[in-house]
């Protein structure tokens, strides 16, 4: 056999090991994830029903998670509506503004370390600055707030937004820059109008997976939102919140509230797996809008 033979063969067997490998760690993934969607739903079947959407926390083993859904939307809905503009722009700045200066490079290592900080310690630093600073002026006992709560999670958000962004716009090729700026279009507009509706569908998935990623924080909100066995609408008041109440739940000594806290953490898993598929789906279109 000669050195080329041998060198295709052994090239050959090195891809069908990798492949093998790959998937085995795909068929694992999956697996894991069957195995998680089943054992909540096998725990906590019983108390899903209607019920559960309709009845607030207040009632016990009898009781349902309305108010935490209504909770955990106004929550995630102001972290989410707080964290996609600043970090877009800041992502936007980062790309197109310091992309190869040492003061980007510097902002984009700090983004990295709040991406992985971990989420109490950021939930404690927004205890610090707003919960503390609102009790000091309302002279309250503790004003927690779903306010408070949605700006701990914003701060989670945040650094995943300005990632994806970031890596997105560096995506758009550099011709469609090169071409506006030829024809005389300021920077500003170039960068509105054309990279960023280029790249609109993966800024759009980082949101998706952004709101992927709060959705079953816990630990941020027993500092903030705190929350309420009643329904709460008013984002200023103590606000309940999907994770809180599972963890209340699943502390409790009763094999009611036990269902309950399993049929949330289902709710909680099927909504971030739909996000999931959602911003895969958005990404898909893209791509093959583009081809």
């Not at 991406?115 to 002026?137: H, K, N, Q, R």
């Not at 705190?226 to 103590?238: E, R, S, T, V, W």
């Amino acid at each position: 056999m000669s050195a080329t033979s041998r060198l295709y063969a052994r090239r050959a067997w090195s891809n069908r090991i990798a492949t093998v490998l790959s998937l085995a760690a795909t068929a694992l993934g999956l697996l894991m994830l069957a195995w998680i969607l089943w054992e909540t739903l096998r725990q906590g079947i019983a108390a899903i029903h209607l019920p559960l959407f309709t009845r607030i926390t207040a009632y016990g083993e009898d009781g349902g998670l309305a108010n935490a859904m209504v909770g955990s939307l106004i929550i995630n809905g102001i972290g989410i509506a707080v964290a996609t503009p600043i970090g877009v722009l800041a992502g936007t700045w980062l790309a197109e503004y310091a992309n190869r200066t040492r003061l980007g490079a510097t902002i984009r290592f700090l983004n990295d370390i709040l991406l992985s900080a971990p989420s109490i310690v950021l939930g404690l630093f927004v205890y610090t600055i707003v919960v503390l600073p609102m009790t000091a002026l309302s002279h309250a006992r503790v004003t927690f707030s779903g306010f408070s709560g949605g700006i701990a999670l914003a701060l989670i958000a945040l650094p995943v937004v300005v990632r994806t962004t970031d890596e997105m716009l560096r995506l758009v090729p550099s011709t469609l820059r090169e071409a506006g700026l030829s024809l005389g279009v300021p920077q500003w507009k170039l960068t509105c109008q054309v990279l960023i509706r280029g790249a609109r569908s993966g800024i759009i998935t980082g949101v998706l997976l952004a709101l992927a990623r709060i959705s079953g924080e816990t630990a941020p909100l027993l500092f903030t939102a705190f929350g309420n066995n009643f329904m709460a609408l008013n984002p200023f008041d103590k606000m309940a919140s999907m994770p809180q109440i599972i963890y209340q739940y699943a502390n409790d000594p009763g094999e009611g509230t036990h269902a309950i806290a399993w049929a949330g953490a289902f709710v909680i898993t099927m909504f971030v797996l739909a996000l999931s598929l959602l911003s895969r789906l958005i990404l898909s279109r893209s791509k093959v809008s583009h081809d």
